[in-house]
């Protein structure tokens, strides 16, 4: 089941290894105001809803800061879902979930996912998808470039779905689809 994703360290290593590609490649660029030199400038983490096995692939989301300016460069991530306190792999398997929202459900998700999420919580998730994504700069881009199965009126459900390979390979797809929600120009999250 891919809520066991949640506990295999090698699934959270492999998103940690994706995102230091994608900071390692914006580390080779300049400053957009001055073109002065990036230094690193990481954030310290704690998210929730990880188990203690896990958690140590989270400590840390890139940054960078001009040398001469001092403007901040975070980078795109598939592990941090902007300021969300919930890694963004627990926001995109629980928004997946397609039942409403009820006691019964909540004690599921917990169970399964060992992850205790307020209603309240789900409902901000699910309405900022339903509200909020479309009208994002990236997905008035982004969905002119997609193919007619990724459209619907359930997001992040229809990405998921339209990906093909493993659960495994289809969370990683759809997180590298979405990271340039989470920093830079298309930042939304
Ligand atoms: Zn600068």
């Known amino acids: 089941m891919y809520h066991k994703l949640l506990i295999n360290p090698s699934f959270h290593a492999l998103l940690r290894a994706i ?45 960078f800061c001009c040398g001469q300016c001092r403007k901040r460069f975070t980078t795109p991530s598939v592990r941090f879902f902007g300021r969300h306190r919930f890694p963004a792999p627990i926001i995109i398997l629980i928004s997946f979930l397609k039942r409403s929202i009820t006691v019964l459900t909540l004690n599921q998700v917990r169970r399964y996912f060992g ?43 229809a990405f998921l779905l339209a990906y093909s390979g493993t659960f495994k390979d289809k969370l990683v797809a759809v997180l590298q689809f979405l990271a340039p929600l989470t920093a830079g120009t298309y930042h939304a999250v």
């Open 115 to 157: 992850v205790t999420v307020s209603k309240r919580t789900w409902r901000r998730w699910c309405r900022w998808w339903r509200d909020c994504f479309i009208t994002t700069k990236f997905w008035k881009q982004a969905k002119g470039l997609l193919p007619i199965k990724c459209l619907s009126d359930r997001y992040p459900r």
């Open 19 to 63: 995102d230091n590609d994608l900071a390692e490649i914006a580390r080779k660029e300049s400053c957009c105001d001055c073109a002065g030199a990036l230094h690193q400038a990481n954030y310290s983490r704690s998210p929730l809803g990880l188990p203690a096995s896990c958690r140590e692939y989270y400590k840390t989301r890139r940054s």
